[in-house]
């Protein structure tokens, strides 16, 4: 218990020294980055094991029935006859994803950055009392996540890769949000490369563990290519693929303000 509770210390220390409200990034696991050249200061910051394992799974169940809710009533069934049983406290997340073929994933995105996906935007968030205890609660977890942001509105996006799942390398839109976007891993651990657009500052490889949460602004979002591997090797260690589901929140345009805050509220 005393090992816990200095773990989480440590990391809300590490948290508020990446908070956002400082306007600056810092920080990170150096055996979870691989440089190959210079990390943008104030501009990057990633935190290992920010959800336990009992928020893990929360977060991710509750993501998962949002996008299980916007499929084909074919694809439920299949899901329902297949019951998967997963111990919110194991190690291992990935029990708590069904088979890639229980899930309707779309091959290929609009702008073909995504191959083999589900995703969509969330504004209200379905109800998960059934699993939710007195001390972990999604509302509790989404406050926590949202005290990264200095000011509102956030825009929240969930997006499910499959097990061959992959971002393609891209830079972020600068018309689709503003300064930042925090990313939350959950299920299989996956590579991110971040490359320069200008090739004389080189690139960095970031290793993103279930739990773990990342932050982005300005010259790596905008200035920097993106991609989440299907596969690769980091530090010499290959990292193969597996199902990932991600939740993303991003601060919103003041030319495009539409207040957010209402995704803490469930579904009614």
Known sequence: MLARTRTLARTLLHARSCCIQKKSLTGYPPHLVDAHGDVPAGDFCLIENFLSKEEQFLLLTAALRKLDANETVTYRKRRKTAQVTHDPSSENLLSAFHSDEFYRFENGHYDG????????????????????????????????????????????????????????????????????????????????????????????????????????????????????????????????????????????????????????????
Do not use: C
Request: glycine share 8%; charged share 20%; no cysteine.
């Open 113 to 268: 950055v995504i191959r083999h996906y589900r995703e969509m935007h969330v504004t209200a968030w379905p109800l998960v009392t059934d699993i939710e205890s007195q001390d972990i609660t999604l509302d509790g977890i989404l406050r926590k996540l949202l005290n990264f942001f200095p000011v509102d509105p956030v825009q929240t996006h969930i997006l499910h890769l499959a097990s061959e799942g992959e971002i393609l390398p891209h830079v972020d839109n600068t018309s689709a949000s503003g300064t930042y976007i925090l990313g939350v891993s959950l299920g299989a651990t996956r590579m991110m490369r971040v490359e320069s657009v200008d090739s004389g500052h080189g690139s960095f490889d970031v290793l993103l563990p279930s739990g773990s949460v990342y932050v982005q602004k300005d010259l790596v979002r905008y200035g920097y290519r993106h991609a989440i591997l299907k596969n690769g090797t980091f530090k010499g260690i290959p990292v193969a693929g597996g199902p990932r589901l991600s939740v993303m929140m991003r601060d919103m345009l003041s030319t495009n303000i539409t207040d957010n805050r209402s995704s803490l509220r469930p579904d009614r």
